[in-house]
DNA sequence: CGTGCGTCGATTTTT
DNA sequence: TCGACGCACG
């Protein structure tokens, strides 16, 4: 044990070895918060104050929570398989599935993932003639996972005005619909959870017993119905005695707002449950000295912290290098030169990232690398779980497992194609709503042509059924691909070589799946295979590209780069209206949250951090004008070193702009400006000419930076040029 | 039923 | 500018 405790910081050791009370620990960038974590258990554990039965350990991603179990796996001699480690959407379907019965669902409930969620409600729509230019089912979505995230249902949804009160009719017509075909979208996993340890009494006494410690990563995400989550869990409020909340945070890092997390939480749960001193982790074990006082001198200019200061022992380190580019292909290739200088000198290519705010910026850079013959490789896109061979092969999988999800029903009733078009879907969908049944069971009663072809499908599904009945779940999967016809058909498709890997990959992934299982055969509640692996399936969206570009070089969003770290950072597009992004002066708070988002990029290097910016970019097809970034003058100067030349629209055209076409140069000038020129406005400051229209009543648009962007009359606006 | 063209729009994303 | 999606045609 004394093992387990050598060379914890102070701060780390206390909050480790904390007395079994309320805690919330704000941890730092790099402060060694998964440590901390994983210590914290396997001290209690190791101590003998709680069993691995009484844990209870969430995190966000399958990737946190798996990292987690295998640091644990290395500290206790112990199999860590008895604690309940998860993401809240993970434990919450072993729950369900445990207590399927008092929640309301079938034992073989399935998840509808985002894509599913959204095909639903487009079927919902149709079926119920609803005009989707009026109600855009994605807008749809969101409004019901925004309710769910708050813990509101249909039933208890506000609505001040005819639209909204239509919105939450659909709503309670979505709910009736997942009902009826036994499945739950991801907030329903959640909302499903949390009402039925609200209802059922002994039910939530015997959780609140068992879970003795509740641990928290990433607190600073949490939702509205998250939190509610862990305070019943937790028993606050009630009066019996609950377990101990372990929440650990950064609110500096919190960048998820816009998908519902409410950093106000971490001040909620100080409050709530009376936690006296908050442990701050402020020692950095990642970056050098010169890059933390950069990130402190930008978050200060956040109101409302909870308040931190990031320190290392490791000293300044090298300037942050600043560079400016006449274009966004000037910046990329700028930045993919000091890329390979920096692969000469041994940095190794995986430990260099180009970050950026918005995936459409990946394109320049992918040229640029590509074109220097770099390897690299892109975060993001389609997950394994996500590709369309593979959600065909589970669609019958999951028809199979249960014949009433009408969303695989309707995935794969035509495909491969056999026969059924959109008439004789629509005639089926209309059967099945007048009998409110399932589109499987609504088949028998169709007729003629139609009806032929569709019983035909269903006699697959009976005979699918029934061959694989007595088959272990890869076999069962590679009997799907091949007898639905799913794997000729690609055979036939002539992209279709890259699909059929994927599908015996998928066979592959149920035979690991299998094994994995069969390993913790603790839990008999997750007995059931197919279901089990269609959870996995469905919570768990896989690699985005499998072991691909082992020396490569990453490139990604800011967001994505959370939580990881490199020796060399880039980050690039360091402009207003882009980093900041413009659609965040919209929302509240909304610069405050672009901060942070900087402070993530910036705290993601170890040594060596480069801030990038151009002053053109192609931009929906325009060329944008562009004014450095607020964030960049928000850093002390003296952490900074420009690097490469610096020119200024101001003193002469530049050559990006003496480059551009004639006809464009012609245009742009209108009453005396031009396009790219910097102007001075008495309310507005300095600005740069983004665009122009001539004629009776010219006008201008101009970025005017903090100020955003606006559109000003010449004839009115009084415009000084710089 | 599949293909081709035109329109529209365009942060960030995990489960 | 690029792509995704919806509708018209063969």
């Known amino acids: 044990m004394s093992d387990l405790l050598a060379n914890l910081n102070p701060e780390q050791l206390a909050a480790v070895t904390l007395p079994p009370q309320h805690a919330l620990i704000l941890a730092g960038a790099g402060s060694g918060k998964t440590r901390v974590l994983t210590t914290r258990i396997a001290w209690l554990i190791s101590t003998g104050q709680v069993g691995p039965h009484g844990v209870l350990a969430v995190t966000f991603t399958n990737k946190a929570a798996k990292e987690m179990l295998a640091r644990l796996s290395a500290m206790l001699p112990i199999n860590p398989r008895g604690m309940w480690i998860g993401t809240f959407h993970g434990l919450c379907n072993r729950l369900l599935r445990a207590h399927h019965r008092e929640a309301g669902l079938p034992a073989t409930f399935q998840i509808l993932d985002s894509a599913d969620q959204l095909s639903a409600i487009k079927r919902l729509l149709k079926n119920l003639n609803v005009d989707d230019e009026k109600y855009p089912p994605r807008e ?13 249902r249909a039933a208890q ?52 017993a068992r879970f003795r410690h509740i641990l928290v990563d990433e607190f600073q995400d949490t939702n509205v119905l998250q939190y509610k989550w862990l305070k019943l869990l937790a028993s606050y409020g009630d ?12 609110d500096d890092q919190s960048i998820y707002a816009f998908r519902g997390a409410e950093v106000g939480n971490m001040r909620d749960l100080e409050r709530e449950f009376k936690i006296a001193n908050v442990i701050r982790l402020e020692q950095n074990y990642r970056s050098h000295g010169n890059i933390l006082d950069a990130a402190n001198a930008l978050i200060k200019n956040n109101r409302g912290r909870l308040g931190k200061n990031l320190w290392t022992d490791a000293g300044a380190g090298e300037p942050i290098r600043v560079f400016e580019g006449f274009s966004d292909i000037d910046e990329a290739r700028f930045a993919v030169d000091e890329v390979r200088e920096l692969i000469r000198d041994d940095f190794p290519p995986t430990q260099i990232a180009l970050l950026y705010r918005s995936n459409a910026q990946s394109r320049v850079l992918e040229h640029q690398l590509f074109s220097a ?43 491969p194609t056999r026969g059924i078009g959109s008439r004789s879907v629509e005639a089926l969908q209309e059967a099945a709503h007048r009998a409110n049944s399932s589109l ?22 009976e005979t699918l059924r029934a061959e694989t009945t007595a088959l ?45 299982e069969e390993g913790t055969l603790a839990h008999p ?16 969206a896989g690699e985005h590209q499998a072991g691909e570009g082992q020396e490569a070089v990453q490139l990604m969003t800011v967001h994505a780069a959370k939580g990881l770290e490199f020796d060399a950072v880039f980050i690039t597009g360091l402009e207003q209206g882009l980093f900041p992004h413009e659609n965040s002066s919209q929302e509240r708070d909304g610069l405050e949250e672009e901060r942070r988002l900087m402070y993530v990029a910036v705290t993601r290097a170890r040594r060596r951090l480069y801030l990038t910016h151009a002053q053109t970019r192609m931009l929906h097809g325009q060329t944008r004008y562009c004014l450095p970034s607020l964030f960049l003058e928000e850093l002390p100067e003296e952490l900074l070193r420009r690097v490469g030349a610096t020119p200024s629209f101001a003193a002469s055209p530049t050559p990006a702009y003496a480059a551009a076409p004639a006809r464009q140069r012609e245009e742009s000038t209108v009453g005396g400006f031009r396009i790219g020129q910097s102007v001075q406005h008495a309310k507005f400051g300095l600005g740069v000419i983004v665009s122009a229209e001539g004629g009776a009543d010219a006008r201008v648009q101009i970025n005017f930076g903090v100020h955003g962007m606006k559109w000003l009359a010449l004839a009115y606006a009084k415009l000084t040029p710089v």
């Open 373 to 415: 013959g770099v390897p690299y490789r892109v975060h993001g896109g389609l997950r394994f779980f996500d590709r369309q061979e593979v959600k065909h092969a589970l669609a019958y999988l999951r028809l199979i497992a249960n014949p009433d999800d009408d969303t695989a029903f309707a995935r794969v009733v035509n495909f």
């Open 472 to 516: 272990v779940l890869p076999e069962v999967i590679e009997h799907l691909i091949d007898r639905s016809g799913l794997r000729a058909h690609y055979l036939g498709e002539k992209e279709g070589r890259e699909r059929l890997e994927n599908l015996d990959e998928l066979v592959s992934a149920a035979t690991a799946f299998v094994q994995e």
């Open 157 to 208: 949804a506000e609505a001040y005005d005819d639209y909204t009160r239509r919105r939450v009719e659909l709503y309670a017509e979505y709910e009736a619909q997942c009902q009826r075909e036994g499945v739950a979208d991801f907030a329903e996993l959640l909302l499903r959870t949390y009402e039925l340890l609200c209802r059922n009494e002994p039910l939530r006494r015997h959780y609140q």
């Open 239 to 250: 009066p019996v005695e609950g377990g101990c909340i372990f929440a650990v945070g950064d």
């Open 440 to 461: 499987y069971n609504a088949a028998a009663s169709l007729t003629g042509k139609a009806g032929a072809a569709v019983g035909q499908f269903i006699r697959l599904i």
């Open 525 to 540: 509640e997750e007995s059931d295979a197919v279901a089990s692996f269609l959870a996995h399936a469905s919570l768990e």
């Open 140 to 152: 749809l979505a969101h409004f019901i996972n925004a309710h769910k995230e708050q813990g509101i």
